[in-house]
């Protein structure tokens, strides 16, 4: 039986984040129509919001999927592969393989580019496949193991072979500047309750005029009705029904995404830093060690954490659980290995993460782990 | 410009209906993450309340998809119908095209099966063209005409056939009685916002053991990945994750679904007869007259009126929404010809409606329509 969960949480995962204050307040607005001239204002403001966010040109067409990151993902093979296309897909973790299952899914012949777990693609892997090759997909920041892929590198070999640019920007736009235009990336997507600390339900995409022009060259319809390019553009840009949006979630991740560009990438970035260096800090005397091997491999945004030796995983987890601090574990081959704690939106503060130094303190019967949190957060106050 | 719409609107729409009071409360509760055990909890609840508002077995398969009740639609098509299968579409209006379109969009070959604008889909002719058909799909209350279709006949027919049948409960399921188990059908949806007053978002779903045994004997995977019956299981039943679902909508749509089922089904039919036909009886000396001719095929929850000669549709309805109420007229073919009002949820009360005679009184210079509307509700009170 569903107990009520008035009780806050504190929420270090990797997604969903706390909701911002102004997202949450936004969330309460009064019902509307998703056909209503209010709704079709705030949309305009989204879409440009969004342009900002994304880093594209002033005509890029940007929308929000009424579903989750998944679904951003899925729309991008769904517009944009037809059967026995090539396409190349980076795969070096869960989200790198779920995007190689969904381009199969729509008819794509898939070429799979690995690297070994915890390690960024290398583009002289990408290049020396790219012969033939009409799509590229590559999941910026690897949420299963904290690393980032080289996006500028691979889209540069995906220009030179003609081929469109895919990219998974779930853990980086929003957090960090996110350069579409000039990195020439084609389709991009996120979740609402990732960098922004909106609410889950919505997934930000922008697509290139190249990803349009691909998609007006499709020899069949896309199956997928539902984020069909041409049905997002009658709604989106011509105001006439396609399917119900979410409009209180609209509130919401227009309140949040105005927050996030009020407060500036580059700064967003700074305090993602600055929290990661002092959780590394505080914990590193306990044996908590980088996952990710080389420094230029990881992903700001979910800081993976090798644990001490003989640490208790699952039962440290469970403990925090009862303090309401979540924190989350790796996932398959990572499991029992590594700590993945989330520095998206609202988690990448001193507050939250404070939090955890004092439960652990408690619960591992160790000393001074908040007192050098603290202390490597100096000069900047919480 | 985006301006701040806390204006309170009354919504007289076909959806999105006005939020639930215990909705809108739920939708604050602070934030969890999608595999948080209080939410696989709040999860099972849903899918249990689901079952008693569908009408299905114990042990039927529900839950809620993350996206509004088009991805509902087209998740049937999706994961039960394959290249080359025969599909038989009852089209009396947009949502019926839509199944249609979505039908062949996965590989089908669709048979129509239509009905002059207006008038239910007659079940002979269902009949008529049933050889070899693997699939029925029929829009129970088609929103765009405000016709009821003849359900439980055209299951009959299904069944005898050996056919699945999918109906897009939209309009109907949480505002009266729905018989999934009885009638015999295999894949019944809704949307969030529509009889059940909850926020827009959220697609409830039942899908019966035939419809999974056929989902099994796929050759091919679907290609829908967000929204494989197999993917939904695995979240809903196994506790395995799939994808971030929208918690903040499952609050509230665990609230207004428990709201839904306390007050009773027969309760809430009874209120929307009773709404109805005192909107009727204030309405007719202005001229407004039933769209739908046959009784028997007029859908309660969507009530079409054809307008009085020579009325302003546009300019009343536009005069209207200055005073902040939302009248939805006709679409297509029926556009300047109706007025679409909506008897779903929360809108099915006095109170709003009471609003609209209101402001008809004063805007088109007549007297006597609340008196007349108050007079049509005695002896239940507002």
Redesign the interface.
């Known amino acids: 039986?569903?107990?009520?969960?008035?009780?806050?949480?504190v929420?270090l995962?990797p997604?969903?984040?706390?909701?911002h204050p102004r997202a949450?307040q936004a969330?309460?607005?009064?019902?509307?129509?998703?056909m209503?001239p209010?709704i079709f204002?705030?949309n305009?403001?989204i879409q440009a919001d969004l342009r900002a966010m994304y880093g594209t040109t002033d005509t890029t067409f940007t929308a929000l999927l009424?579903?989750?990151?998944?679904?951003g993902m899925?729309a991008g093979f769904?517009n944009l592969v037809e059967s026995g296309d090539e396409v190349l897909v980076c795969a070096n973790g869960s989200f790198g393989r779920?995007m190689a299952?969904?381009a199969a899914?729509?008819g794509a012949n898939v070429r799979l580019v690995t690297a070994p777990l915890g390690e960024a693609i290398d583009p002289d892997d990408v290049a020396a496949q790219m012969d033939g090759v009409q799509m590229v997909a590559v999941v910026h920041g690897e949420t299963s193991t904290g690393v980032l892929n080289p996006v500028p590198q691979i889209a540069r070999i995906a220009r030179q072979h003609g081929a469109l640019l895919t990219v998974d920007a779930v853990t980086t736009a929003g957090m960090e500047p996110f350069h579409m235009a000039e990195w020439g990336v084609d389709y991009a997507y996120t979740?609402a309750?990732k960098c922004l600390s909106a609410?889950?339900?919505l997934a930000p995409v922008a697509i290139s005029d190249r990803a349009l022009a691909r998609y007006h060259a499709r020899r069949t319809?896309?199956?997928?009705?539902?984020c069909d390019f041409e049905g997002l553009r009658d709604y989106w840009e011509h105001h006439t029904?396609?399917?119900?949006?979410?409009?209180?979630?609209h509130y919401a991740l227009?309140a949040a995404l105005r927050a996030a560009l009020d407060e500036g990438m580059l700064t967003r970035k700074a305090r993602v830093q600055h929290v990661g260096q002092a959780i590394q800090t505080a914990l590193a005397p306990l044996g908590f060690t980088p996952y990710v091997q080389r420094p230029e491999d990881r992903l700001p945004t979910v800081l993976a954490l090798r644990l001490p030796d003989g640490f208790d995983d699952a039962g440290v987890r469970r403990a925090l659980r009862e303090r309401h601090i979540?924190v989350t574990g790796g996932?398959g081959a990572t499991a029992g290995l590594i700590w993945r704690l989330g520095l998206m939106g609202e988690t990448a503060r001193p507050a939250p993460y404070r939090a955890l130094m004092n439960a652990l303190e408690d619960l591992l019967g160790v000393q001074g782990l908040t007192a050098r949190f603290d202390a490597a957060l100096e000069p900047v106050p919480a």
Chains 1, 2 share one sequence.
Not at 27 to 34: A, C, F, N, T, V
Not at 241 to 249: F, G, K
């Open positions: 039986m569903f107990e009520d969960p008035y009780t806050e949480h929420l995962t997604g969903p984040t706390p909701i949450q969330l309460m607005r009064p019902m509307l129509g998703h209503d209010e204002a705030l305009t403001d009424a579903g989750t990151g998944s679904l899925e769904a779920r299952d969904m899914r729509y979740g309750q609410p889950p339900g319809p896309t199956p997928l009705w539902y029904y396609h399917h119900t949006v979410p409009v209180n979630l227009h979540s996932l």
